[in-house]
């Protein structure tokens, strides 16, 4: 748990919100994340973000379940109980192949899912903090992170300059937990 | 407003058409050395028979597969037109452009097709000797489908249709050229191009899916069947096609052509690829496990004379293993990254490796059978390069036709309704 100190705009149209982001960047900003109701094309770019590794996790995974399929077959027909099938060889790879396919799609399906939910830090019961309700209905939020030395009343002059909303300070939990929010929340606020 | 200049006319360039006039050369000379090579030997009536098959072999081997190749770039364009698709506008006069090579090539495989199913030399294709069908009694149970009556007008309808309604999908696409159309206009055009490819489809179903690889390909083995041959061959046809578009749209990338096309566009020719050679793969696994797995003899003898078995090796065994691993392992690891398929020097390398490992499919596909010397018994892999000299004759064949189709239209379908959704394609 650790509760950092934000300053949020909420931008009601992509056109405003694509130069604001790169403006923000430019002047040295630094841009904790900006929540959108759907995927935008090109918003990754703009933020700077690096291109995900989840397919190399993907790649990983399913060799594994290959592999895995390979390795159990083999061992219980081949060489742990042999069982003559038809007359074909004990290793009979051709037969296999489906198997080793399925574990591999198998494997590969749920890793990168789980992967995926924990990069993104999303799972049942687990709750995050919200910047703005409404970035999951039809604003986009774009959130700052501050530090010591930041200036608010200059960022949040900044922020209305480029066109953002509903601009303020907000004190939030970065990572997950588990509980309500109707309590935690609460008990966020107090703190500060 | 950013502004582009377009280029809008494709000029040959005069080392172009030289390349292609050379390929062509280095055809005709092999064909010519290959009829040379295989007539003319002193041996027995059934040697001879086997050497002048080997010649109609290869010219059969290689008008079939580019006929295949380039027809499947038209079906590309009627599939992406039927799924409402936009992003392949910006290079849609390309496929057009090689989708002309299908008249040509198909009056070059018509030829050679009604050739070897009348001529007197039965060794390719034996459902067409009358005397044997009679005796056979499997031969004589397909003869309601393999007949010289049937396949003669099955293929020329084939061709003719493929020609046609490519003909007329061009012909639609050049309309609107010089004519901006209004919203009624523009509905009206989308419902009559969405009518036309959807009639090439039905054309394609009946034919390269269903029984032109039957036809053609399959009853060279006659006794022999597979009901998912036609499936595999159009999954070696439709990726050879797309790396076909691929090296064009490279190419004239290089040449500074194509300003609205970029890497996003080449990224999913690249996935196209990827997945269709793992379609290809997934359809020559399904063909050869239920064979291998139920082991009965009629079936087994397709893949005895090209991979063996555990007491003696085919000679195709070699080529058989090579084939498949530059069209199954290579695309996969290669294409798997998504660097590479935005790069074009991957994606040209990889374009001519699945088009020339597909063409070594097709090799495989029809030599091993009409090879096999009947006294022994024994199949033998012939002289590869000629063949590969005729294939060279057909790649300088479609460069010089498409070429000429290229400088013909404008490279923009620029009133296209969904030439935007394309300019904004992002992967």
């Not at chain 1, 030395?149 to 300059?161: G, H, P, S, W, Y």
């Not at chain 2, 009694?137 to 003669?152: A, D, R």
Request: glycine content about 6%; proline content about 3%; overall charge positive.
């Amino acid at each position: 748990m650790a509760i950092k100190k934000f300053i949020t705009g909420n931008f009601y149209d992509e056109e405003i919100l694509f130069p604001a982001v790169k403006k923000v960047r430019r002047a040295g900003y630094r841009i904790h994340d900006v929540f959108t109701p759907f995927p935008i094309h090109g918003l990754d770019k703009a933020m700077g973000l690096r291109d995900t590794g989840l397919h190399t996790a993907g790649f990983i995974y399913g060799i594994t379940g290959t592999c895995t399929a390979l390795g159990f077959i083999s061992w219980t027909l081949a060489f742990d109980w042999k069982i003559n099938f038809g007359g074909k060889p004990y290793f009979s790879l051709p037969a296999w192949i489906p198997i080793m396919f399925e574990l591999t799609v198998l494997f590969a399906a749920v890793g990168m899912v789980m992967t995926f939910c924990y990069l993104c830090q999303i799972a049942p019961f687990v709750k995050k903090d919200h910047f703005n309700l409404r970035s999951t209905d039809d604003t986009f939020v774009l959130a700052l992170e501050c530090n010591d030395k930041t200036k608010d009343e200059e960022v949040i002059a900044f922020l209305n300059n480029l066109g953002a909303r509903e601009v303020a300070v907000q004190y939030k939990e970065t990572g997950w937990w588990l509980g309500r929010y109707d309590k935690d929340t609460m008990k966020f606020e107090k703190k500060n | 407003m950013d502004t582009i200049s377009i280029r809008e006319k494709f000029i040959v360039p005069k080392r172009y058409n030289t390349i292609a006039i050379a390929l062509m050369t280095i055809g005709i000379i092999a064909i010519a050395t290959l009829y040379i090579y295989t007539h003319g030997v002193k041996g027995t009536e059934e040697y001879k028979l086997r050497r002048d098959a080997r010649f109609w072999a290869s010219l059969l081997q290689n008008s079939v597969y580019f006929l295949l190749v380039v027809n499947a770039v038209m079906f590309f364009i009627c599939a992406t037109t039927l799924a409402w698709g936009g992003w392949q506008m910006s290079f849609r006069r390309v496929s057009e452009a090689i989708s002309t090579c299908v008249p040509v090539i198909g009056v070059i495989a018509g030829v050679v097709l009604l050739a070897i199913c009348f001529s007197d030399n039965h060794t390719i294709y034996h459902w067409a000797d009358k005397e044997a069908v009679q005796h056979d009694p499997v031969l004589l149970g397909k003869s309601g489908f393999l007949n010289k009556t049937f396949f003669t007008v099955w293929t020329l309808i084939t061709i003719g249709g493929w020609s046609f309604l490519g003909w007329k999908i061009r012909r639609l696409s050049r309309s609107t050229d010089d004519n901006p159309m209004d919203l009624e206009g523009r509905k009206k055009y989308m419902w009559n191009n969405t009518v036309w490819a959807a009639l090439f489809i039905v054309l394609f179903a009946l034919t390269v899916m269903s029984s032109i690889p039957w036809l053609w390909l399959m009853s060279i083995d006659a006794h022999w069947y597979s009901t998912m041959y036609s499936w595999y061959t159009f999954g070696s046809s439709f990726v050879a096609g797309l790396a076909l578009i691929t090296l064009f749209v490279v190419f004239l990338k290089n040449n500074n052509y194509l300003e609205l096309t970029n890497e996003e566009h080449l990224h999913d020719l690249g996935k196209f690829m990827f997945a269709f050679s793992i379609f290809w793969t997934y359809l020559w696994f399904s063909q050869f496990m239920l064979i291998w797995y139920s082991n009965q003899p009629e079936e087994t003898i397709y893949f005895i004379t090209r991979i063996g078995n555990f007491a003696k090796g085919s000679p195709y065994r070699v080529l058989f293993w090579f084939m498949f691993c530059i069209n199954f392992l290579a695309p996969l690891l290669i294409f798997m990254t998504r660097g590479s398929k935005r790069n074009y020097a991957t994606l040209t390398f990889m374009s001519l490796l699945i088009l020339f490992g597909h063409w070594l499919n097709f090799y495989q596909m029809v030599f091993p059978s009409p090879m096999i010397n009947h006294e022994t018994g024994d199949t033998h892999v012939p002289m590869i390069l000629a063949d590969f000299g005729v294939a060279l004759g057909f790649v300088g064949l479609i460069m010089f036709v498409t070429g000429r189709a290229l400088g013909r239209a404008p490279l923009i379908a620029r009133n296209h309704p969904f030439i935007k959704e394309s300019v904004i394609h992002h992967t």
